[in-house]
Protein backbone atom coordinates (compact mmCIF):
# COMPACT_ATOMS: atom_id res chain seq x y z
CA UNK A 1 0.00 0.00 0.00
CA UNK A 2 1.27 3.30 -0.73
CA UNK A 3 0.80 6.21 2.06
CA UNK A 4 -0.61 9.68 0.26
CA UNK A 5 -1.13 13.44 2.43
CA UNK A 6 -4.23 15.26 1.43
CA UNK A 7 -5.95 18.30 2.55
CA UNK A 8 -9.04 17.99 3.25
CA UNK A 9 -12.13 20.48 5.05
CA UNK A 10 -12.82 20.10 8.48
CA UNK A 11 -16.76 19.26 7.56
CA UNK A 12 -15.06 16.05 5.29
CA UNK A 13 -12.88 14.81 7.93
CA UNK A 14 -16.26 14.82 10.69
CA UNK A 15 -17.95 13.08 8.37
CA UNK A 16 -15.26 10.51 8.24
CA UNK A 17 -15.35 10.39 11.79
CA UNK A 18 -18.71 9.74 11.76
CA UNK A 19 -19.06 7.06 9.24
CA UNK A 20 -15.81 5.56 11.03
CA UNK A 21 -17.78 5.43 14.36
CA UNK A 22 -20.89 4.55 12.79
CA UNK A 23 -19.03 0.99 11.26
CA UNK A 24 -16.93 0.47 13.30
CA UNK A 25 -13.85 0.60 11.16
CA UNK A 26 -11.03 2.56 11.14
CA UNK A 27 -11.10 6.55 9.35
CA UNK A 28 -7.92 5.29 6.70
CA UNK A 29 -10.19 1.85 5.65
CA UNK A 30 -13.28 4.45 5.69
CA UNK A 31 -11.65 6.85 3.29
CA UNK A 32 -9.82 3.92 1.14
CA UNK A 33 -13.91 2.62 0.55
CA UNK A 34 -14.98 5.96 -0.66
CA UNK A 35 -11.92 6.97 -2.75
CA UNK A 36 -12.66 3.26 -4.56
CA UNK A 37 -16.29 4.16 -4.93
CA UNK A 38 -15.99 7.56 -6.06
CA UNK A 39 -13.19 6.52 -8.47
CA UNK A 40 -15.73 3.98 -10.48
CA UNK A 41 -17.65 6.71 -10.74
CA UNK A 42 -15.45 9.59 -12.12
CA UNK A 43 -12.82 6.89 -13.98
CA UNK A 44 -13.72 3.72 -15.43
CA UNK A 45 -10.28 2.49 -17.11
CA UNK A 46 -12.33 0.05 -19.93
CA UNK A 47 -15.19 3.08 -20.36
CA UNK A 48 -13.64 3.56 -23.97
CA UNK A 49 -13.09 0.09 -25.07
CA UNK A 50 -16.70 -0.35 -24.07
CA UNK A 51 -17.70 2.72 -26.11
CA UNK A 52 -16.32 1.42 -29.21
CA UNK A 53 -17.60 -2.34 -28.75
CA UNK A 54 -21.59 -0.24 -28.20
CA UNK A 55 -20.32 2.15 -31.06
CA UNK A 56 -19.61 -1.11 -33.22
CA UNK A 57 -23.03 -3.06 -32.31
CA UNK A 58 -24.92 0.37 -33.11
CA UNK A 59 -23.20 0.26 -36.86
CA UNK A 60 -24.31 -3.05 -37.29
CA UNK A 61 -27.69 -1.96 -36.50
CA UNK A 62 -27.87 1.04 -39.37
CA UNK A 63 -30.32 0.41 -42.00
CA UNK A 64 -28.33 0.18 -45.56
CA UNK A 65 -29.42 1.18 -49.01
CA UNK A 66 -29.56 -1.45 -51.61
CA UNK A 67 -26.39 -1.30 -53.78
CA UNK A 68 -24.24 0.31 -50.76
CA UNK A 69 -20.58 -0.32 -51.45
CA UNK A 70 -19.48 -3.08 -48.75
CA UNK A 71 -16.00 -2.31 -48.96
CA UNK A 72 -15.23 1.41 -47.27
CA UNK A 73 -13.03 0.22 -44.61
CA UNK A 74 -10.89 -0.71 -47.76
CA UNK A 75 -11.50 2.02 -50.29
CA UNK A 76 -11.46 4.61 -47.97
CA UNK A 77 -9.84 7.02 -49.72
CA UNK A 78 -11.63 6.05 -52.90
CA UNK A 79 -14.87 7.39 -51.18
CA UNK A 80 -13.83 10.27 -48.99
CA UNK A 81 -11.78 12.14 -51.77
CA UNK A 82 -11.92 10.31 -55.34
CA UNK A 83 -8.52 8.32 -55.07
CA UNK A 84 -7.69 4.95 -56.76
CA UNK A 85 -9.95 2.01 -56.24
CA UNK A 86 -8.42 -1.11 -54.85
CA UNK A 87 -9.19 -4.78 -55.55
CA UNK A 88 -10.03 -6.63 -52.39
Known amino acids: MYRISVYIP ?4 KIINLAAR ?3 KAESEIIRDALKE ?3 KIY ?5 AQALLDLAKMAENL ?3 RGSPTNVSINH ?4 W ?6 R
Open 10 to 13: EETK
Open 22 to 24: AKS
Open 38 to 40: GLK
Open 44 to 48: RPAAS
Open 63 to 65: PTK
Open 77 to 80: DYYA
Open 82 to 87: GGEKRK
